[in-house]
T-cell receptor, first 112, second 113 residues
């Protein structure tokens, strides 16, 4: 039972354009969400997070949007750069637990 | 800070053999997690420890899998006997708080033939 879903296994975007990565979750008890980025042969690294009390969090070129009613979050990268090419994992958890549940990942390719 | 250190980086073994994966968390981190990455299921949580004590092992697929954390600076994940379907990348991660951003190692790519 996949509680966190990333339905797009891959995404290709031109440099300078916006990249939008999507994530859906099924557990309404989740109240904290994170995005991780993973380069080949490396472990995932933390990118940005959002609490369920917010609907938007921004950090430079990266913005995460949360729609609690739809159980949906998205990561926007503007403008996209070739160095952003990586696999992006969405993750969710509850504040009173320690378990971080990840999605299956979306491979982003940014081409010149 | 050297980060989370995993060894070996690659492991190739034959079906039925015992495999041991090792992890050194970041000093001062009280939480240690073992994840497995596959194409179909993404990053699956296998087990996690708090202060060296296993808290939740519900993600461990079978009794063939076991994990230990004898001290704050070392953990092992053992598979005995290994099977081809165990082939995956295994990640260790640590954190200072349970839900705070995890710091991952570079993983061990396991291939069971």
């Amino acid at each position: 039972d996949q509680q966190v879903k990333q339905n797009s296994p891959s995404l290709s975007v031109q440099e300078g354009r916006i990249s939008i990565l999507n994530c859906d979750y099924t557990n309404s008890m989740f109240d904290y969400f994170l995005w991780y980025k993973k380069y080949p042969a490396e472990g995932p690294t933390f990118l940005i997070s959002i609490s369920s009390i917010k609907d938007k969090n921004e950090d430079g070129r990266f913005t995460v949007f949360l729609n609690k009613s739809a159980k949906h979050l998205s990561l926007h990268i503007v403008p996209s750069q070739p160095g952003d090419s990586a696999v992006y994992f969405c993750a969710a958890t509850r504040y009173n637990t320690d378990k971080l549940i990840f999605g299956t990942g979306t491979r982003l390719q940014v081409f010149p | 800070d050297a980060g989370v250190i995993q060894s070996p980086r690659h492991e190739v073994t034959e079906m039925g053999q015992e495999v041991t994966l090792r992890c050194k968390p970041i000093s001062g981190h009280d939480y240690l997690f073992w994840y497995r990455q596959t194409m179909m299921r993404g990053l699956e949580l296998l087990i996690y420890f708090n202060n060296n004590v296993p808290i939740d092992d519900s993600g461990m697929p079978e009794d063939r899998f076991s994990a230990k954390m004898p001290n704050a600076s070392f953990s092992t994940l053992k598979i005995q006997p290994s099977e081809p379907r165990d082939s995956a990348v295994y990640f260790c991660a640590s954190s200072s708080l349970g839900y705070s951003p995890l710091h991952f190692g570079n993983g061990t790519r396991l291939t069971v033939t």
